[in-house]
Nanobody
Framework: QVQLVESGGGLVQPGGSLRLSCAASGIIFSFYAMGWYRQAPGKQRELVARINIDRKETYADSAKGRFTISRDNAKSTVYLQMTNLKPEDTAVYYC????????WGQGTQVTVSP
């Protein structure tokens, strides 16, 4: 049974930083390209960043230059370092593989507000 547990969200002022973590269990983590997704109120869930098994990184335009995705295969964990946060980054953040193969976790709330 695959389980994804996201953490690290919180309330931060514009310009601030957060580091999100997603721990996966029940899979051979290193076999999968992983992604960070987010869903803002009233909007569809969107892919923010992905990291392939060769560690190649890809970002949505909104995240380029501000977010960095990384992975630790030994810990079955994917990270999202977010800097220069903006109010429009407010959303619930989730991880999954890039094919969205598994049930969504509970997500972690990121709120960017003065």
């Amino acid at each position: 049974q695959v389980q994804l547990v996201e953490s690290g969200g919180g309330l931060v002022q514009p310009g601030g930083s957060l580091r999100l973590s997603c721990a996966a269990s029940g899979i051979i983590f290193s076999f999968y390209a992983m992604g960070w997704y987010r869903q803002a109120p009233g909007k569809q869930r969107e892919l923010v960043a992905r990291i392939n098994i060769d560690r190649k990184e890809t970002y949505a335009d909104s995240a380029k230059g501000r977010f960095t995705i990384s992975r630790d295969n030994a810990k079955s964990t994917v990270y999202l370092q977010m800097t220069n946060l903006k109010p429009e980054d407010t959303a619930v953040y989730y991880c999954n593989d890039v094919a969205i193969s598994w049930p969504w976790g509970q997500g972690t709330q990121v709120t960017v507000s003065p």
